[in-house]
């Protein structure tokens, strides 16, 4: 199985702040990563897909980058609304193997 | 606009089968492939499989021996049991739609808590 890892596992951050998360593949994936919103009691929400498209819908402050084992998602102006916990996913294998989340929280 | 809404029992004693169903609004269950996604209590996600409208499956080795997926074109909806259940198996079940170029997931449910205790 390829595992993911991502870091950091949680971070706080102020309104307006720019974000960081990276997500390190344990074998080379190409670019078949997704990115994943999470809310409390909510369903997940795709942000990224193909390390760096942007889902429809999405704010275009969420961007990803990355390719081969290493990738991140970033949010130029972080709002109230991103607080949640972020997933990433690789699709290059069977099994579909997930990140271990980072939660981003109010500073 | 898609929606996925997840069904079943809360409590399921050890050693029984875990049951739940998926019922798609917005859309048709036709055409896509459908996973099942689990996070145990404060952990990450695990994927446990994915199946197809026709029935064909994909499952996780790790859990292959005990899932069996199934899908109903007429009620729009597709289905998981998990066989023989332990306190392991405790998590918040998801499903799914895996969109219809490449495996990642464009719509999901909120999930249903599911127990394991006797």
């Known amino acids: 199985d390829i595992q993911m890892t991502q870091s950091p596992s949680s971070l706080s951050a102020s309104v307006g702040d720019r974000v960081t998360i990276t997500c390190r593949a344990s074998?080379?994936?190409?670019?078949?990563l997704a990115w994943y919103q999470q809310k409390p009691e909510k369903a997940p929400k795709s942000l990224i897909y193909?390390?760096?498209s942007l889902q429809s819908g999405v704010p275009s402050r969420f961007s990803g980058s990355g390719s081969g084992t290493d990738f991140t998602l970033t949010i130029s102006s972080l709002q109230p609304e991103d607080f949640a916990t972020y997933y990433c996913q690789q699709y290059h294998s069977y099994p579909l193997t997930f990140g271990g989340g980072t939660k981003v929280e109010i500073k | 606009q898609v929606q996925l809404q997840e069904s079943g029992p809360g409590l399921v004693k050890p050693s029984e089968t875990l049951s739940l169903t998926c019922s798609v609004s917005g859309g048709s269950v036709s055409n896509y492939f459908w996973s099942w996604v689990r996070q145990p209590p404060g952990k990450g996600l695990e994927w446990i499989g994915f199946i197809y409208y026709t029935g064909s499956t994909n499952y996780n080795p790790s859990l292959k021996s005990r899932v069996t997926m199934s899908v109903d074109t007429s009620k729009n909806q597709f289905s998981l049991r998990l066989a023989s259940v332990t306190a392991a198996d405790t998590a918040l079940y998801h499903c799914?739609?895996?969109?219809?170029?490449?495996?990642?997931?464009?719509?999901w449910g909120q999930g249903t808590l599911v127990t394991v205790s006797s």
């Open positions: 799914a739609r895996r969109h219809y170029s490449s495996s990642w997931h464009d719509y």
């Open positions: 193909d390390a760096s």
């Open positions: 074998q080379g994936i190409s670019t078949w």
